[in-house]
């Protein structure tokens, strides 16, 4: 099987910055697509960037040259940057990782448990 762990959440000010991390262990073969989403208080969940594994990335434009997401494939790391934070921001962020298995049996999509951002006004 296949963990998740984020970490980084908190509470800051507008205009803060805040850095996410998050690590994934167990029966890894190796990991394409990783990802961050959010989900605010009845919203839908939604995807606030990817990165391959080669490094191309993409953003929802709300957050575009605010944030940057990252990854270290020797440590199986995806981070995400976020700048000048906004109370529109506030959400619990979840990552997600596309993941071959050691087995070599298929490609399975894995989620964190989520971690709270919430950014005052």
């Known amino acids: 099987q296949v963990q998740l762990a984020e970490s980084g959440g908190g509470l800051v000010q507008a205009g803060g910055s805040l850095s996410l991390s998050c690590a994934a262990s167990?029966?890894?073969?190796?990991?394409?697509?990783m990802g961050w989403y959010r989900q605010a208080p009845g919203k839908q969940r939604e995807l606030v960037a990817t990165i391959t594994r080669d490094g191309s990335t993409s953003y929802r434009d709300s957050v575009k040259g605010r944030s940057t997401i990252s990854r270290d494939n020797a440590k199986n790391t995806v981070y995400l940057q976020m700048n000048s934070l906004k109370p529109e921001d506030t959400a619990v962020y979840y990552c997600n990782a596309r993941v071959v298995l050691l087995t070599r049996q298929g490609t399975f999509m894995y989620w964190g448990q989520g971690t709270q951002v919430t950014v005052s006004s």
């Open positions: 167990g029966s890894i073969f190796s990991i394409n697509d």
